[in-house]
């Protein structure tokens, strides 16, 4: 079945350093979706990626979707401890496109 | 608009027993997804239902039930409870139309 990994699984960095996690499915994706969950709280929708080949900014975030829609990833510039939690990639079947697969997830530490 | 609610937020079973958990979806959300949560396998998803209907599957064993009634509320049943059953159970809503989810705050179900 598919499968999806993120990389790395754990980042620690002091606040105002820039971090990247990277999302890699086995299979090609209708869409990847990305997710933050906080210490002891739930997943929260960041953002959808469609295209091929799309890049989605909010604020300080950078999203980005590959040419094959096989590979993502999430960039965040100048961290906040305010972005510590896990970041989750999701991607959804091209048969089912609401069928998520979610990633492994790369947890961020942020220290001042 | 109030946010995905789940009962009950924990729960503490048996080996053997069986566990009915409740989510209720936003407003006019239709579709209702369920993921367990384990820190080894991660966010696995469970069954989706649209409109009364199972529309997605995960593998997951038959134990593993769910229904959704006309409102839109979605229950998920696990017989015959195993000690790897314990989890938090997310619940996750959407409006149909769109595939970005919104979750619950999950119940933790422990079993012992």
């Known amino acids: 079945g598919q499968q999806v990994m993120q990389i790395p699984q754990y980042q620690h960095v002091q606040e105002g350093e820039d971090f990247t996690t990277y999302c890699n499915s086995s299979?090609?994706?209708?869409?990847i979706q990305w997710y933050k969950q906080r210490p002891g709280g739930h997943p929260v929708f960041l953002i959808q990626l469609v295209k091929s080949g799309e890049v989605k900014k909010q604020k300080r975030l950078t999203f980005q979707f590959g040419e094959a829609k096989k590979n993502s990833s999430l960039h965040i510039t100048a961290t906040q401890t305010t972005d510590v939690g896990t970041y989750f990639c999701a991607g959804g079947d091209t048969g089912t496109a609401s069928k998520l697969t979610f990633g492994t997830g790369t947890r961020l530490q942020v220290t001042l | 608009k109030a946010g995905v609610t789940q009962t009950p937020r924990y729960l503490i079973k048996t080996r053997g027993q069986q566990v009915t958990l409740s989510c209720s979806p936003i407003?006019?959300?239709?579709?209702v997804s369920w993921y367990q949560q384990t820190p080894g396998q991660g966010l696995q998803f469970l069954f989706e239902?649209?409109?009364?209907?199972?529309?997605n599957k995960g593998n997951f064993p038959g134990r593993f039930s769910g229904r959704q009634f006309s409102n839109s509320r979605s229950e998920m049943n696990v017989s015959t409870l195993e000690l790897g059953d314990s989890a938090l159970y997310l619940c996750?809503?959407?409006?149909?139309?769109?595939?970005?989810?919104?979750f619950g705050p999950g119940t933790r179900l422990t079993v012992t």
């Open positions: 996750a809503s959407r409006y149909g139309t769109t595939y970005e989810q919104y």
């Open positions: 299979t090609t994706l209708s869409n």
């Open positions: 407003s006019g959300h239709r579709s």
């Open positions: 239902y649209f409109s009364e209907t199972q529309r």
